[in-house]
């Protein structure tokens, strides 16, 4: 083993820490809630100015020092990182067990030509190692190096250049998405409405909007009380404001949206002010997700999530890391990327529903809604005839929408693939290579042996699966029959 040779990163990456500070704070605001309460309803006027004064003398100098202990060494076969200011963490992580390389050019470090790279390897679902501010040609060929298909211990200088060298060649597939394009994108993933539920949850646990917000808004915004339609179309206008915005955010996340395929390495480039650069080769391939929700139908636009390892609470966090993400496709574009990801074709496929059994649990209780809302309607003096159309209304809807769910689940198998499809205003499959599967359980509750059925759990590398309902015969012979194919198939698992 030849001697390691420790480096720092760049002044400038102190950046990188301080706002990795700042995320923290941001994914963790709720942990904070007591505080905030606290400064909202204490009548002090320092307090809030010591509060966030403290906070962030604590994020400047907890980013000086970890940049001050921050090392890092590049081996021919591994990366090795030591962190750490009171509690000291060394890692060794060897290029043959990298399950995915990102390059994050942020936009503080675009002008210096400086990259960030993150590393998931496949012990691990979230990132373990993240390397801040290392020079974009040097980052690159780390990148080719440890995403090389045979990469290994005696890995040399011929086979790096070998490998940079077909990086560089012509990709096999190119694609461009257009500005149009994105803005759909934005439009079907839309999540600003959870963060608005998150800032008004806090909000609401103090006296802020009833004792400040409300009292000003009664003052000077007199006019609002004038007219019902009024308040309707400024409420509608502030919910447009946000859903803009948005989009907004999609457009910064996705500008510029370029896929390419290269030797079966699907690589996707994107981002206006920080350039995100994601890949995957298809080896290490655990479930291809499918996606369309109600806006996605209108639009006629899909999008498709390619895991390698299941998330961890905190992957989960840094915005899909075990994944790969395209978030707006043709139903054209959608069966040529099935094409290259060797899925079979939908007019192939036979689906297979589940038992009418499923229906008698939901039922149960959706069976309780109806006298539930004529007591309801009856305490609050309801006449008894609206109460008896609301309650079977009510009924009628969440009874049919369960039965959609049921008619519209199914699963199959073909090729060596296990698919299974659910929704109702939506749709989403969930495709999983069968001979990648560690585990295959037959479950049964006290419910399902009462009934003669079981639940059979496939658990694999991007999280588990299940298929419930099947008779207990057929739950067993899909466990012998499934176990027998994994362990007759050599393809490769990584």
Same mark, same amino acid.
């Given at each position: 083993?030849?001697?390691?040779?420790?480096?720092?990163? +760049?002044?400038?990456? #102190?950046?990188?820490?301080?706002?990795?500070?700042?995320?923290?704070?941001?994914?963790?605001?709720?942990?904070?809630?007591?505080?905030?309460?606290?400064?909202?309803? !204490?009548?002090?006027?320092?307090?809030?100015? %010591?509060?966030?004064?403290? &906070?962030?003398?604590?994020?400047?100098?907890?980013?000086?020092?970890?940049?001050?202990?921050?090392?890092?060494?590049?081996?021919?076969?591994?990366?090795?990182?030591?962190?750490?200011?009171?509690?000291?963490?060394?890692?060794?992580?060897?290029?043959?067990?990298?399950?995915?390389?990102?390059?994050?050019?942020?936009?503080?470090?675009?002008?210096?030509?400086?990259?960030?790279?993150?590393?998931?390897?496949?012990?691990?679902?979230?990132?373990?190692?993240?390397?801040?501010?290392?020079?974009?040609?040097?980052?690159?060929?780390?990148?080719?190096?440890?995403?090389?298909?045979?990469?290994?211990?005696?890995? $040399?200088?011929?086979? $790096?250049?070998?490998? /940079?060298?077909?990086?560089?060649? +012509?990709?096999? $597939?190119?694609?461009?998405?257009?500005?149009?394009?994105?803005?759909?994108?934005?439009?079907?993933?839309?999540?600003?409405?959870?963060?608005?539920?998150?800032?008004?949850?806090?909000?609401?646990?103090?006296?802020?909007?009833?004792?400040?917000?409300?009292?000003?808004?009664?003052?000077?915004?007199?006019?609002?009380?004038?007219?019902?339609?009024?308040?309707?179309?400024?409420?509608?206008?502030?919910?447009?404001?946000?859903?803009?915005?948005?989009?907004?955010?999609?457009?910064?996340? &996705?500008?510029?949206?370029?896929?390419?395929?290269?030797?079966?390495?699907?690589?996707?480039?994107?981002?206006?002010?920080?350039?995100?650069?994601?890949?995957? /080769? @298809?080896?290490?391939?655990?479930?291809?997700?499918?996606?369309?929700?109600?806006?996605?139908?209108?639009?006629?636009?899909?999008?498709?999530?390619? !895991?390698?390892?299941? +998330? !961890?609470?905190?992957?989960?966090?840094?915005?899909?890391?075990?994944?790969?993400?395209?978030?707006?496709?043709?139903?054209?574009?959608?069966?040529?990327?099935?094409?290259?990801?060797?899925?079979?074709?939908?007019?192939?496929?036979?689906?297979?529903? #589940?038992?009418?059994?499923?229906?008698?649990?939901? !039922?149960?209780? #959706?069976?309780?809604?109806?006298?539930?809302?004529?007591?309801?309607?009856?305490?609050?003096?309801?006449?008894?005839?609206?109460?008896?159309?609301?309650?079977?209304?009510?009924?009628?809807? #969440?009874?049919? &929408? %369960?039965?959609?769910?049921?008619?519209? &689940?199914?699963?199959?198998?073909?090729?060596?693939?296990?698919?299974?499809?659910?929704?109702?205003?939506?749709?989403?499959?969930?495709? @999983?290579?069968?001979?990648?599967?560690?585990?295959?359980?037959?479950?049964?509750?006290?419910?399902?042996?009462?009934?003669? @059925? %079981?639940?059979?759990?496939?658990?694999?590398?991007?999280?588990?699966?299940?298929?419930?309902?099947?008779?207990?015969?057929?739950?067993?012979?899909?466990?012998?029959?499934?176990?027998?194919?994994?362990?007759?198939?050599?393809?490769?698992?990584?």
């Amino acid at each position: 083993m030849t001697e390691l040779v420790w480096q720092r990163t +760049p002044i400038l990456t #102190i950046g990188f820490f301080i706002a990795k500070e700042v995320r923290n704070l941001v994914r963790n605001i709720t942990n904070f809630i007591p505080v905030l309460a606290a400064i909202f309803v !204490s009548n002090s006027d320092w307090l809030p100015y %010591a509060v966030i004064g403290g &906070y962030l003398v604590f994020i400047v100098v907890s980013a000086f020092l970890n940049h001050h202990f921050f090392l890092y060494a590049l081996a021919d076969d591994a990366v090795h990182l030591r962190t750490g200011v009171f509690g000291k963490k060394s890692l060794t992580l060897k290029y043959e067990r990298i399950q995915q390389a990102e390059l994050d050019q942020s936009w503080y470090f675009r002008p210096f030509d400086l990259v960030i790279l993150r590393v998931d390897s496949a012990g691990s679902a979230g990132k373990e190692v993240e390397i801040p501010g290392l020079p974009f040609n040097l980052a690159q060929d780390l990148r080719q190096r440890m995403l090389a298909q045979t990469a290994s211990a005696k890995a $040399t200088t011929e086979n $790096t250049v070998a490998d /940079r060298e077909q990086t560089e060649a +012509p990709a096999e $597939t190119e694609l461009t998405f257009s500005m149009s394009e994105i803005v759909r994108a934005g439009i079907m993933d839309n999540k600003i409405f959870v963060l608005l539920a998150v800032l008004i949850y806090p909000l609401s646990q103090t006296d802020m909007l009833e004792e400040r917000l409300v009292p000003w808004l009664e003052a000077n915004v007199s006019f609002l009380e004038e007219s019902l339609w009024l308040n309707i179309g400024l409420a509608v206008a502030a919910l447009a404001v946000l859903f803009i915005l948005a989009v907004g955010v999609t457009l910064i996340r &996705y500008y510029n949206l370029h896929f390419s395929i290269l030797n079966e390495r699907y690589q996707a480039r994107s981002g206006l002010f920080t350039i995100r650069t994601v890949s995957f /080769r @298809y080896q290490k391939l655990q479930r291809v997700q499918l996606r369309q929700n109600f806006r996605g139908r209108l639009l006629k636009r899909f999008s498709i999530r390619v !895991s390698q390892l299941q +998330p !961890s609470a905190h992957a989960q966090q840094q915005s899909g890391s075990a994944s790969f993400v395209l978030p707006v496709l043709t139903q054209h574009l959608v069966t040529e990327l099935c094409g290259w990801l060797k899925l079979p074709r939908s007019g192939d496929l036979n689906w297979q529903g #589940i038992s009418f059994i499923a229906l008698l649990n939901p !039922s149960f209780w #959706i069976a309780l809604i109806a006298p539930t809302v004529l007591l309801v309607t009856y305490a609050n003096d309801v006449p008894l005839m609206n109460g008896f159309f609301t309650a079977a209304l009510l009924w009628l809807a #969440i009874q049919g &929408y %369960a039965i959609a769910r049921w008619r519209n &689940y199914g699963f199959t198998i073909s090729n060596g693939w296990l698919a299974i499809k659910r929704g109702v205003f939506g749709r989403k499959e969930n495709w @999983y290579p069968l001979h990648k599967a560690q585990q295959i359980d037959v479950y049964q509750s006290p419910w399902l042996r009462l009934l003669g @059925y %079981a639940d059979v759990f496939v658990h694999t590398a991007a999280g588990p699966e299940v298929i419930k309902y099947q008779p207990v015969s057929s739950a067993l012979a899909m466990q012998r029959e499934w176990a027998s194919m994994i362990g007759s198939n050599h393809q490769r698992w990584m």
